[in-house]
T-cell receptor
Framework: DGGITQSPKYLFRKEGQNVTLSCEQN?????MYWYRQDPGQGLRLIYY???????QKGDIAEGYSVSREKKESFPLTVTSAQKNPTAFYLC???????????FGPGTRLLVL | AQKVTQAQTEISVVEKEDVTLDCVYE???????LFWYKQPPSGELVFLIR??????QNEISGRYSWNFQKSTSSFNFTITASQVVDSAVYFC????????????FGKGTRLHILP
C-alpha cells in the first residue's frame, strides 16, 4: 500500500536526551514536512525538504534537526536544546508543487 | 502575511442536524489554494478538499459541501445530516504555493456530534 508511515507511535524522552522520529513515504513524493501540534492548537511547521540533500527551516526549527539523505525518508531529531518537546508530531509529503500535502499517522512525544 | 481564522473553537450538535464550520483567510495574493482537513481522534490528518482561488464554484461531496466566497475571504464547510463519525477536529488551511512551499493552518474547530 502507498502511504506515509511514522514510528514510533509513542516516544518517551528523558531529560538531556536526543530522540529521533521516523517518517517514511513510498509515494515517490519530492517534498516532505514536519509539523508540531500542541493541544488546542493548529499545526506549526518545523522543517521541510523539497529535494534530497536539501531542507529549510520552518517557523519553529530551534531545538530540532533533520536530514534528507533519501527521497523516501525524512527523520526528525528532537535535541536536548528543545526545552518543551511534549507534543504531537506529524509528517507530511507532497508530489509536484501545487499539489496537496498528505499526512502520516503521527508520533506522540512525552517527556519523562 | 497569510492568516487563517477559524473563530469557532468547539461546536456541539445533535446527530442528524446540519452544521457549518467557518473559515476566514487573509492573503494579498491572487493565486492561492484553500484546504480542509479532518483530524479524527486517532490523530492523522485526512485531506478533504482543495480549492484553487480561481474556482469559486461550490462543491458537494455526499453530505459535505463547501462554500467559497472571495468577496468575503471565506471558505466555509457544511456537513448535512451529521453523524457521530463526523466528530473530529477540522482544519482550514491556505497555501500560496508560488511564494513558498508552506501551508498555513487555522487553529481548528472541534466538532462533537451527540447521539
Amino acid at each position: 500500500d502507498g502511504g506515509i508511515t511514522q514510528s514510533p507511535k509513542y516516544l518517551f524522552r528523558k531529560e538531556g536526551q536526543n530522540v529521533t522520529l521516523s517518517c517514511e513515504q513510498n509515494l515517490n513524493h519530492d517534498a516532505m514536512y514536519w509539523y508540531r501540534q500542541d493541544p488546542g492548537q493548529g499545526l506549526r511547521l518545523i522543517y521541510y525538504s523539497q529535494i534530497v540533500n536539501d531542507f529549510q527551516k520552518g517557523d519553529i526549527a530551534e531545538g530540532y534537526s533533520v536530514s534528507r539523505e533519501k527521497k523516501e525518508s525524512f527523520p526528525l531529531t528532537v535535541t536536548s536544546a528543545q526545552k518543551n518537546p511534549t507534543a504531537f508530531y506529524l509528517c507530511a509529503s507532497r508530489g509536484q508543487p501545487q499539489e496537496t500535502q498528505y499526512f502520516g499517522p503521527g508520533t506522540r512525544l512525552l517527556v519523562l | 502575511a497569510q492568516k487563517v481564522t477559524q473563530a469557532q473553537t468547539e461546536i456541539s450538535v445533535v446527530e442528524k442536524e446540519d452544521v457549518t464550520l467557518d473559515c476566514v483567510y487573509e492573503t494579498r495574493d491572487t493565486t492561492y489554494y484553500l484546504f480542509w482537513y479532518k483530524q479524527p481522534p486517532s490523530g492523522e490528518l485526512v485531506f478533504l478538499i482543495r480549492r484553487n482561488s480561481f474556482d469559486e464554484q461550490n462543491e458537494i461531496s455526499g453530505r459535505y459541501s463547501w462554500n467559497f466566497q472571495k468577496s468575503t475571504s471565506s471558505f466555509n464547510f457544511t456537513i448535512t445530516a451529521s453523524q457521530v463519525v463526523d466528530s473530529a477536529v477540522y482544519f482550514c488551511a491556505l497555501s500560496v504555493y508560488y511564494r513558498d512551499d508552506k501551508i498555513i493552518f487555522g487553529k481548528g474547530t472541534r466538532l462533537h456530534i451527540l447521539p
